[in-house]
């Protein structure tokens, strides 16, 4: 999808776009953050406190378990799942009777409703509900405004019958998250972080919804909420969601942290900038010649309209920033032997590029992952 269509609508939104088939990556978003969604907390969001013994890590290590949650994520409740089945109130009645309030396991019953004519899709999505705390459910009918692509018809469309690929899709997503941040700080194990992980990727909801005779956006993310479209064009593989979910939750987490990518890496991807485009002013909306920040890219997506992702005008530091943490993502994966057998490929170490990488790449660990690093030191200059 091309960035340029989301200027009209990019506040609200972080559409996630693929451009080429190796990589999933979220669309542009101005000055302001994420949204009007309730992005105010303070960090730490969601972390990890690290088992002492060595029998727990073992144990943690062999069984491939999550880490313990500190500061965890509220657990969505009843109301809030209410309205994420049922986001345009329409079944009310019928929700009241099928899951009385105050019975037990209400969520896991609400969950169930949408998806009823599925059994599969029930299964997974209470599944998900009991594993990680998300509550799967429907976006709301509306239009979105979509730049030179004209009015975007969006409705709710749950994932069953031959949209549940989709459901099993972000399941297993979730579920890879969940073996990535166990492995990722195993208690005792080189890289242990002095801290907990800053970085919530439980208790989300994900609302289902379809574009009508269109392909995009493929998802965008606000206030926790994952929306995912079932004929979105980067929804093509298992490993395409996986990356597209990581990005679009990582510009949650960003907006959480009090916008951290335009504090901490503004003044990096500045400079970038600067070097490459003499003269242009700090923070200004300019896209650099793509050869001229080819080292400094974290991936090699590109757009339609010419250079790439991470620094293109419409985008700026907070996707410079997405594409920085789905490449930290991919390369902690890859070292830790967390990876399956069609994931997209890349070659080198970004750390080990020019200096900006470094700065970037520790600041990033630092802020969200505990200051993790399994990737191995870069070779000493001769």
Known sequence: MDAAALRPFARRFRAACLLGAALACGCATPAGGVGGGAHDAAPPVAGVRLRSTPAASSAAGAAGEAPEVVEAPPPIGDAEAVTIVDP????????LAA?????????????????ARDEAAVITARAMLASSGHVVGLERAHVMEGGFRGRLQLVPEPPIG???????????????????????????????????????????????????GRTTP???????????????????????????????????????????????????????????????????????PTACVAPFAPNDTKLKVGGYYAFHADGGVPEYAAELAIR???????ALGVVSENE?????????????????????ADEFFGGVDHTRDCPSAP
């Open 99 to 115: 899951c009385p309030a105050g019975s037990a396991d209400r969520v896991a019953c609400l969950v169930s409703q949408p998806l």
């Open 344 to 364: 997209p490929s890349w070659s080198g170490s970004f750390k080990c590029g020019p200096p900006e990488n470094a700065r970037a790449w520790k600041l990033m």
């Open 162 to 212: 031959a949209h549940r690929k989709h459901l099993e899709w972000v399941a297993a997503a979730t579920h890879d998250l969940d073996r990535f941040f166990g492995v990722l700080v195993r208690p005792g194990g080189p890289g242990t972080p002095p801290g907990a992980l800053r970085y919530r990727w439980r208790a989300l909801a994900f609302r289902f919804f379809r574009s009508v």
């Open 218 to 288: 493929s998802a965008y993310a606000e206030g926790w909420t994952v929306a995912y479209n079932v004929s979105g064009s980067l929804h093509t593989s298992a490993d395409a969601v996986r990356e597209t979910l990581f990005h679009e939750i990582f510009h949650l987490n960003d907006a959480a942290h009090q916008d951290w990518s335009r504090r901490a890496l503004g003044p990096i991807y500045d400079a970038i900038v600067t070097r490459c485009v003499p003269g242009a002013r700090r923070g200004a909306a300019v896209t650099p």
């Open 88 to 95: 345009e109130g329409k079944h009310a009645e019928a929700l």
């Open 328 to 334: 930290y993502y991919r390369e902690q994966r890859r």
